[in-house]
């Protein structure tokens, strides 16, 4: 299994400008979800999905776009990005909710908005 | 979910134990503590998570006080490989979106040689 994969892994914007972070896994699990992180804090939640077709907002929403058309991929856009949204942005996924059921980060896109 | 406070950073001499305490006074009885760590610009680990009781696995060991308002992740030989941020959690277990994880600032445990 590859785990949970993220393309590209670094990408450069400039403001006004529209994107998709790609985030696919092979296990079959059916929560994921998406995090950025900024300098010298923890991670926090932009959106995240409980199955195909669902999906819902976390800490950080603004700005972000998700859909889950298939288990496998959840890809977030950016619609106009913004220097704000620089970044690091992590994917995960999970088992459905319930006791148990460690998620599994990917490696991580650094996205720089000038 | 529950907040939890951390120490900012530890030091851990190598080959010894570390011990990276977590307060939750606030934690309530369908929460579980996580622990995950992230190493350097990788993404987060998981590592143990528990309910009531002591709990241990072939990376660490997490002790749970009675009351359950703090817990204590241990990594029985620290290496140098282990430092890392480590972030305690608590996470509901039944209810919607059961999987968020709400992270913290987390511990920044450094392992000297």
């Known amino acids: 299994n590859a785990g949970v994969t993220q393309t590209p892994k670094f990408q450069v914007l400039k403001t006004g400008q529209s994107m998709t972070l790609q985030c696919a896994q092979d296990?079959?699990?059916?929560?994921m979800s998406w995090y950025r992180q900024d300098p010298g804090m923890g991670l926090r939640l932009i959106h995240y999905s409980v199955g195909a077709g669902i999906t819902d907002q976390g800490e950080v929403p603004n700005g972000y776009n998700v859909s889950r058309s298939t288990t496998e991929d959840f890809p977030l856009r950016l619609l106009s990005a913004a220097p704000s949204q620089t970044s690091v942005y992590f994917c995960?996924?999970?088992?459905?909710?319930?006791?148990?059921?460690?998620?599994?980060f990917g490696p991580g896109t650094r996205l720089t908005v000038t | 979910d529950a907040k939890t406070t951390q120490p900012t950073s530890m030091d851990c001499a190598e080959g010894r134990a570390a011990n990276l305490p977590c307060n939750h006074s606030?934690?309530?009885?369908?929460?579980?503590v996580y622990w995950y760590r992230q190493i350097h610009s990788q993404g987060p680990q998981y590592i143990i998570h528990g309910l009531k009781n002591n709990e241990t696995n072939e990376m660490a060991s997490l002790i749970i006080t009675e009351d359950r308002k703090s817990s204590t992740l241990i990594l029985p030989h620290a290496t140098l490989r282990d430092t890392a941020v480590y972030y305690c959690?608590?996470?509901?277990?039944?209810?919607?979106?059961?999987?968020?994880?709400?992270f913290g600032t987390g511990t920044l445990l450094a392992v000297q040689p």
């Open positions: 606030t934690i309530s009885g369908n929460e579980y």
């Open positions: 959690i608590v996470r509901r277990t039944r209810g919607g979106a059961t999987n968020k994880l709400i």
């Open positions: 296990m079959n699990h059916e929560y």
């Open positions: 995960a996924s999970s088992q459905s909710g319930g006791r148990g059921g460690e998620q599994y």
